[in-house]
């Protein structure tokens, strides 16, 4: 099992920027893929960056690339959310997730541990 918690959410007007983390524990952290994803009022849970173990590659959905910057500590099992330039659009509830093996697979069903979530407000 790993567990996933997130924190940094909050509420910000648009231009602005959070950052959020996601700290792992439990299982191994090595050889996990990191991925956060979102998830609006009445739509569906969304893809939103991801990094490789152990982070030589990342990858971004199309809406937030420029704007946002996935990074992981695994020294620390920690993963970062930088999100700058943000937009009333982003805002959601976004999760931390973990899974094995997962390559450019974007589906939330790819990954295996989850987080509870937290709350990012853009205000305009």
């Known amino acids: 099992q790993v567990q996933l918690v997130e924190s940094g959410g909050g509420l910000v007007q648009a231009g602005g920027s959070l950052k959020l983390s996601c700290a792992a524990s439990g299982r191994t952290f090595s050889s996990y893929a990191m991925g956060w994803f979102r998830q609006a009022p009445g739509k569906e849970r969304e893809f939103v960056a991801a990094i490789s173990w152990p982070g030589r590659s990342t990858y971004y959905a199309d809406s937030v690339k420029g704007r946002f910057t996935i990074s992981r500590d695994n020294a620390n099992r920690v993963v970062y959310l930088q999100m700058n330039s943000l937009k009333p659009e982003d805002t959601a509830v976004y999760y931390c997730?973990?899974?094995?093996?997962?390559?450019?697979?974007?589906?939330?069903?790819?990954?295996?541990?989850w987080g509870q979530g937290t709350q990012v407000t853009v205000s305009s």
């Open positions: 997730a973990a899974g094995y093996q997962i390559g450019k697979d974007t589906r939330p069903q790819a990954y295996n541990y």
